[in-house]
C-alpha cells in the first residue's frame, strides 16, 4: 500500500475509534466487570415463625439496605466484596445486629433473621456471623480468598496464592495456565480493569514468550480486599479467556482514616544451588588464574599470536630471529622483557576483567552482596464531614529485588501505586475513580523464579555470558491506568453501571553502548601502556565456554507502545426473587506500535544487511455482548447465559503469503505489494452452570460453556527479518476455543468441615502452533527448501496457524475448613492429563507438486507442560487478644498467626529415545517430584489510641528443596543413564555445561528468609 493511502486508511480509522468513544462518552458506556455480591434471606418471627414483611435491613457504614417483602423476603444487590455488619430493625421487635457478614464476588450471601419481640427500642440481639456450609450458588471451580488470608499466607505478592490452587500451574517462564489451557489463557482483572499484556514475547525472537509476563503486574496485598480465583467455567459476563478468571477487588476506605507501612528485608545471599558463579575453583580460575600459568605458553607461537606480539608491527622482526638462532645476547635480553612484560599485563588484565568489583569493565560483580528491600503501604478514609460521602484509599509498593544470578540490571525494581477514590452525592449515583501507576525495570531475560530465565542466557548450550554481562540490555515497562465507574440505581431490584478505561503501556529496551576493545584501543606492548583495560579473545578467555568481548553495544532494541481503551454497559435486574438479569455490552480498542530490533547495532535494522528485525502498527478491536440470568430457587441455582464476541487485528494482510515485500539490502527482491485488510471473526458462546443444593450438606453442580481468546498480538502481528522474512504473524487467525465440561458436589463432612468434588474435561480446538512457508522471499540464510519448476529457490520462513489442539481430563478434590476460628485450613489435590498435537502439513508451497506437504508424525501426545499430580495444602493458626500461652503474665502470641504451606507436583515430562526409529515417541518419561514448605509469622502489638506494630518472618523453601532442571542432549543421557547432574563431571567432564553453568543444575530458589517491620494505625 502506499504511504498516502496508508495515512488516509490509519486516519480513517482513528476517526472511527474517536467517534465510537465519543459516543460511549456521551452514553455513559464502559467496561466494568462485575467486582460485587448480593445479600438475600427470610425474615420471621422467632416464636412464631411468622413472616414479617417491612422489615428494615441496613448494612453499616454504607448507604445500602432493603425492606422484606410480604413473604418476609429481601435482597441487597451491588455490595462491594467484604466484611460488614447488617442491622434489622422492626417495631416491635429487638434490633438484630450481625457482625462479620461475608459479601463475595459474583455470590448471594442468605442471611435469614428471626426477631425476638421487644417492649424497648433500644434492645439488640448481637450475633456473628458464620460461613455457609455449602455455597449454594457455586455452578464451577472457584475460590475467594479474603484479606486476612492474603495477609497470613507465606507469600510475596497476589501471584503466590495463583500457587495455593491446584488447579493454577506455572510454567518454567512463569506463566500461569489453568487445568492445562496454554499461555494467556486467564483474564486478570484489577477492580474490573483487564490486565491485557500486549508485549508477550522477546524482541526479535519468533514465538518466544518473555519470562513472568502473563499477569503483568502484581499488586501490592495492602490494598486488597478480596480475590477470587475461578478454575471452572465462568459466566457470560467474562470473556477473551479460555481457561479462568482472576479477580481482584481493592479496598474502598472507611469511614475513618486508617493505614498501614510495612518494610520486609531480606539479606545478601546467594540465590542458586551449588558454587559461586565466579569462585576461583571454577575451570577458568584453575586455568588462567596463576601467572605460572601464563608463563608456561610463552613459547607457543599460537598463545603469542593472540597475544599480537608477533605481529608485522611489534615484534616479529624479533621473534624470528629468536626462532631461527640469529638473536644477539641483548635481543634475547630484549625478547624475554617483552615476553614477561606482555603476558604479566595480560594476566593482569585478565584478572581484572574476571574478577568481580565495583570498578570492572565488563559488568562483573559479586551478586551475593546485594539485599531484597521492599516498602509497601496502604493509607484510607474519608474526605470532608460526612465520612460516607467522599472516600479514598491509596496503596503502593517500593521493591528493590536482585536478580539470582549477574546481570547488567543487577536489581529488578517494581513500583505499584493505585489510588481508588469512591464519591456518592446521592443515594442512587456513587462515582468510583481508580488511577495506577506501575512501572518495572529489569534485564530481558531475567525475572523468573526458573534459573533458566533469571539471567546470563544462552547457557548452555551456546557459551556463557558471565564475564560478559552488560550485553543484556535492560527493559522499562511503564503503565499509566485510569478508570472511572459510575452506578445508577434505578430502584431497589434495578442499576446501571458504567465505566470508561484507558491504560497506556510503554514498552522500552534502549541501546547502550559496551566497553570494548572495539571501542577503546586495547595496547599491548612493552612501554607498559594500561590504556587497554579488556583483553582480546585468545586462548585465555576459553571462548568454546565463555563469550569474549566482541559487541559495540547491547544486542537488542525495543520500543513498544500500546494505548487501550475499554468502555462498556452492565444492567442488572431482579426481576422476581427467583431470576436475576445481567445484560451487557463491551468495547475494546488498541492502538499498537512496536518496533524491535536483535543482534544489530542500529535500530533500523529491517532495512540493514544483517540483524534480526520486527516492526508492526496496528489497530485491532474487540465487541461483545451478553446476557445472562442467574435463577435461584430452593433446589437449584442455575446460571445460563450466552456471549456474542467478535474481533479484528485491523492489521493489513499480504494477499500472496509466499511472495511478502521484503526492505532489507541483502537477501531476495521483490514481492507482491498488495495487500488485504484482516478478518473479522464472530464467536456465539453458551454456558451454563447448574447447582443443585440438597438441605444445608450437599450441593451438586454441572457447567458445560463454550470459551474463546484472540491469539496475541504477537502471533498476529509480528515480522522479522534477516536477509529475508524470517518470520511474519498471522492477523487471520482464528479465535482459540475451549469447550469445558465439569460435574462437581460439595459435601459437608461434619460442622467446621467441607469437601468439593470436580471431575472435568476440557476439549480445545484451533489452538496456535507454528506453520513454514516455502516462500521467494524467505531468509536466505536458510538452505533452500525446494525449488519451482523453473528452477526458482524457495526459503523458508515461520508463520503461526490454528493447527493445534488438546484437552485435559482431571479431578480435583479440595478440604478446607468452613467457619475459622483459631484453626483454618485449605487443601487441594489434582490430577489430571493434558495431552497436545498438531495437525497439517509443516511446510506450505507455492505448488502441490514442489515438494510433499506432511508431518514426521501425526496423533496427539503428551503435553511438555502436563502436571499428572498436584496438591497444595494451606495452614493458618490465629491467636486473638488475651490468647496464646504466657510468659510473666503476657500472652505473647496474642494477635499473632502462623501459616505453613506445602506444595508438591509431578515434574516435567522430557522425551528419552534409545533409538531413531522411535521419532514418534513424545514425553515418555518424567522428571521427579518437585516440593516446597514455606511459612509465615506475623504479629501485631496492639498500642494505646488504635496503633499497632508489625513484626513478620517469612522463610520460603524451608527445607531447601530441589527442582531439577530440564536438561538435553548428552546431559540428558547422563542423567537417565548415571543418575549425574549437570553440576558433576559425568561421562563428559569438559561439556560446556558442567564447565560454566553447573550452577543451573537445580532451577528452583534455595532457602529464603524475609523480616517485615510494619506501622499501622
Do not use: C
Not at 477473551?240 to 479496598?251: F, W
Not at 535500530?603 to 528485525?613: E, F
Not at 496457524?801 to 479440595?814: P, R
Not at 517430584?929 to 524451608?958: A, Q, T
Amino acid at each position: 500500500m502506499e504511504p498516502d493511502l496508508q495515512l488516509k486508511h490509519e486516519n480513517r480509522y482513528f476517526l472511527l475509534a474517536k467517534i465510537l468513544l465519543l459516543f460511549v462518552l456521551l452514553t455513559g458506556i464502559s467496561e466494568i466487570q462485575a467486582q460485587r455480591g448480593k445479600l438475600s434471606g427470610e425474615i420471621k418471627d422467632a416464636q412464631t415463625g411468622e413472616k414479617l414483611p417491612g422489615v428494615a435491613v441496613r448494612i453499616d457504614g454504607t448507604n445500602l439496605g432493603g425492606v422484606s417483602n410480604i413473604d418476609g423476603k429481601y435482597f441487597i444487590l451491588n455490595i462491594p466484596a467484604g466484611k460488614y455488619t447488617v442491622t434489622s430493625s422492626f417495631v416491635g421487635y429487638a434490633k438484630y445486629i450481625v457482625s462479620n457478614v461475608e459479601i463475595n464476588i459474583d455470590r448471594t450471601t442468605e442471611l435469614d433473621v428471626k426477631l425476638k419481640q421487644s417492649t424497648f427500642d433500644m434492645d439488640e440481639v448481637i450475633v456473628v456471623a458464620e460461613k455457609p456450609k455449602v455455597i449454594k450458588d457455586q455452578t464451577s471451580s472457584s475460590s475467594t480468598i479474603d484479606e486476612e488470608q492474603i495477609a497470613a499466607a507465606p507469600i510475596e505478592g497476589l501471584r503466590g496464592i495463583l500457587d495455593l490452587t491446584a488447579g493454577f500451574q506455572k510454567n518454567e517462564k512463569g506463566t500461569y495456565s489453568v487445568r492445562g489451557s496454554g499461555s494467556y489463557e486467564v483474564n486478570y482483572q484489577i477492580n474490573g480493569v483487564e490486565q491485557i499484556n500486549s508485549a508477550t514475547t522477546s524482541p526479535g525472537s519468533f514465538g518466544v514468550e518473555k519470562s513472568n509476563n502473563s499477569w503483568k503486574y502484581d499488586v501490592n496485598p495492602i490494598g486488597v480486599q478480596q480475590m477470587q480465583l475461578i478454575s471452572g467455567g465462568f459466566s457470560a459476563e467474562y470473556g477473551n479467556a479460555q481457561a479462568g478468571v482472576v479477580k481482584v477487588v481493592l479496598k474502598e476506605g472507611s469511614p475513618r482514616l486508617s493505614g498501614e507501612v510495612r518494610v520486609e528485608y531480606r539479606p545478601p545471599g546467594q540465590y542458586h544451588f551449588g558454587k559461586y558463579i565466579y569462585d576461583e575453583s571454577t575451570y577458568e580460575w584453575q586455568k588462567w588464574g596463576q601467572l605460572n600459568n601464563w608463563m608456561a605458553y610463552k613459547d607457543s607461537s599460537f598463545f603469542l599470536q593472540d597475544l599480537g606480539i608477533t605481529s608485522p608491527s611489534r615484534y616479529k622482526w624479533l621473534y624470528d630471529k629468536v626462532q631461527n638462532g640469529t638473536a644477539s645476547a641483548d635481543e634475547l635480553n630484549t625478547w624475554n622483557n617483552v615476553l614477561s612484560q606482555e603476558i604479566n599485563w595480560a594476566y593482569n588484565t585478565w584478572i581484572y576483567n574476571h574478577k568481580p568489583g565495583d570498578d570492572n569493565p565488563l559488568g562483573v560483580y559479586d551478586y551475593r552482596e546485594r539485599a531484597y528491600t521492599r516498602v509497601m503501604f496502604g493509607f484510607g478514609g474519608p474526605l470532608g464531614k460526612d465520612p460516607n460521602k467522599l472516600k479514598f484509599f491509596l496503596s503502593g509498593e517500593y521493591k528493590k529485588n536482585p536478580t539470582r544470578l549477574p546481570t547488567s540490571e543487577k536489581d529488578q525494581v517494581y513500583q505499584n501505586y493505585i489510588l481508588n477514590m469512591t464519591y456518592q452525592p446521592f443515594t442512587s449515583h456513587k462515582l468510583k475513580l481508580m488511577l495506577g501507576y506501575q512501572n518495572y525495570r529489569g534485564g530481558i531475560w531475567s525475572g523468573s523464579e526458573d534459573i533458566r530465565w533469571s539471567g546470563l542466557a544462552f547457557s548452555p548450550p551456546s557459551n556463557s555470558y558471565k564475564y560478559y554481562i552488560l550485553i543484556d540490555p535492560v527493559r522499562t515497562e511503564q503503565t499509566v491506568t485510569q478508570s472511572l465507574n459510575y452506578i445508577y440505581t434505578v430502584d431497589a431490584t434495578s442499576f446501571f453501571e458504567a465505566t470508561l478505561t484507558h491504560m497506556g503501556e510503554k514498552y522500552e529496551l534502549p541501546y547502550e553502548y559496551l566497553t570494548s576493545y572495539s571501542q577503546e584501543r586495547d595496547r599491548l606492548d612493552s612501554l607498559g601502556d594500561r590504556q587497554g583495560n579488556l583483553l582480546k579473545a585468545g586462548s585465555w578467555w576459553e571462548t568454546q565456554y565463555f563469550r569474549a568481548p566482541d559487541a559495540f553495544s547491547t544486542l537488542y532494541y525495543q520500543d513498544t507502545r500500546t494505548e487501550y481503551y475499554a468502555a462498556s454497559l452492565d444492567f442488572t435486574s431482579q426481576i422476581n426473587t427467583g431470576n436475576l438479569i445481567k445484560t451487557g455490552i463491551r468495547l475494546y480498542y488498541w492502538d499498537l506500535y512496536n518496533n524491535g530490533v536483535n543482534s544489530r547495532f542500529k535500530a533500523n535494522a529491517l532495512v540493514a544487511t544483517t540483524g534480526v528485525a520486527e516492526y508492526y502498527k496496528a489497530q485491532p478491536y474487540n465487541i461483545a455482548f451478553y446476557i445472562q440470568d442467574k435463577m435461584e430457587y430452593e433446589g437449584m441455582i442455575a446460571n445460563i447465559g450466552v456471549r456474542a464476541e467478535a474481533y479484528n487485528f485491523g492489521a493489513d494482510v499480504p494477499v500472496d503469503p509466499f511472495n511478502i515485500v521484503y526492505v532489507g539490502t541483502e537477501g531476495p527482491e521483490g514481492g507482491n505489494l498488495n495487500t488485504e485488510k484482516s478478518k473479522t471473526y464472530f464467536m456465539l458462546l453458551p454456558r451454563i452452570g447448574l447447582s443443585f443444593p440438597i438441605g444445608e450438606n450437599t450441593a451438586f453442580r454441572l457447567q458445560y460453556g463454550h470459551f474463546t481468546s484472540m491469539p496475541t498480538f504477537s502471533n498476529a502481528l509480528s515480522n522479522r527479518g534477516n536477509k529475508g522474512i524470517t518470520g511474519f504473524g498471522n492477523a487471520n487467525l482464528e479465535p482459540k476455543k475451549t469447550i469445558q465440561y465439569e460435574f462437581g458436589l460439595q459435601q459437608v463432612i461434619d460442622e467446621d468441615n467441607r469437601i468439593d468434588l470436580a471431575l472435568y474435561y476440557n476439549d480445545r480446538v484451533t489452538q496456535i502452533g507454528l506453520l513454514r512457508y516455502a516462500a521467494y522471499t524467505g531468509t536466505v540464510l536458510n538452505s533452500p527448501s525446494a525449488y519451482t519448476s523453473d528452477n526458482t529457490p524457495l526459503f523458508n520462513y515461520t508463520t503461526f496457524s490454528n493447527n493445534a489442539f488438546g484437552a485435559t481430563l482431571g479431578f480435583e478434590i479440595s478440604l478446607e475448613k468452613i467457619n475459622a476460628k483459631n484453626w483454618m485450613y485449605r487443601f487441594t489435590y489434582s490430577i489430571s492429563q493434558t495431552t497436545e498435537g498438531n495437525y497439517g502439513p509443516q511446510v506450505v508451497y507455492p505448488t502441490a507438486s514442489a515438494a510433499a506437504e506432511s508431518r514426521d508424525y501425526t496423533g496427539e501426545f503428551l503435553s511438555g507442560n502436563d502436571r499428572t499430580h498436584n496438591f497444595r495444602a494451606l495452614l493458618q493458626y490465629n491467636w486473638g487478644t488475651g490468647e496464646g500461652p504466657e510468659l510473666f503474665g503476657i500472652n505473647i502470641l496474642e494477635n499473632s498467626s502462623l501459616s505453613f504451606t506445602y506444595s508438591v507436583q509431578s515434574g516435567i515430562p522430557f522425551t528419552y529415545r534409545t533409538s531413531f526409529d522411535l521419532k514418534d515417541v513424545v514425553n515418555n518419561r518424567r522428571y521427579p517430584l518437585e516440593s516446597m514448605f514455606d511459612l509465615n509469622f506475623m504479629k501485631h502489638v496492639v498500642l494505646e489510641g488504635g496503633y499497632r506494630i508489625v513484626v513478620g518472618l517469612r522463610v520460603m523453601n524451608l527445607f531447601e528443596n530441589k527442582w531439577l532442571t530440564p536438561v538435553s542432549s548428552t546431559d540428558l543421557i547422563d542423567w537417565v543413564d548415571y543418575g549425574t547432574t549437570i553440576d558433576q563431571p559425568g561421562t563428559n567432564p569438559s561439556r560446556i555445561s558442567y564447565i560454566s553453568s553447573f550452577y543451573k543444575a537445580y532451577r528452583n530458589v534455595p532457602r529464603q528468609v524475609y523480616f517485615t517491620v510494619g506501622f499501622g494505625f
